[in-house]
């Protein structure tokens, strides 16, 4: 079994920071992209950024130059730094990942979501 869980939600002031972080455990061999989503109420689930193994990323353009997605292979864990926070940035926010397990087989994976409020 794979868990992804999510930490480090909460509520912040507009302009604010936040981090979050998604820890990866159980029968892991190897990660390959990780993504983070999110879910305001009454709208659908919107892909926030990625990064591949590698390491390349791509962010939605609404977090473009605000958010910064890292991954550290060694910790299996998976960041995102939320900058200049805005109150249409408030949502859960779920980690996504693409994990091989140790029988050698790849399927995806969600956390349960951390909530994220940005509201004065």
């Known amino acids: 079994q794979v868990q992804l869980v999510e930490s480090g939600g909460g509520l912040v002031q507009p302009g604010g920071s936040l981090r979050l972080s998604c820890a990866a455990s159980g029968s892991i061999l190897s990660i390959n992209a990780m993504d983070w989503y999110r879910q305001a109420p009454g709208k659908e689930r919107e892909l926030v950024a990625s990064?591949?193994?590698?390491?390349?990323?791509n962010y939605a353009d609404s977090v473009k130059g605000r958010f910064t997605i890292s991954r550290d292979n060694a910790k299996k864990m998976v960041y995102l730094q939320m900058n200049s926070l805005k109150p249409e940035d408030t949502a859960v926010y779920y980690c996504h990942g693409n994990v091989m397990d140790r029988r050698w087989r790849t399927s995806d994976y969600w956390g349960q979501g951390t909530q994220v409020a940005v509201s004065s």
């Open positions: 990064i591949t193994g590698g390491s390349s990323t």
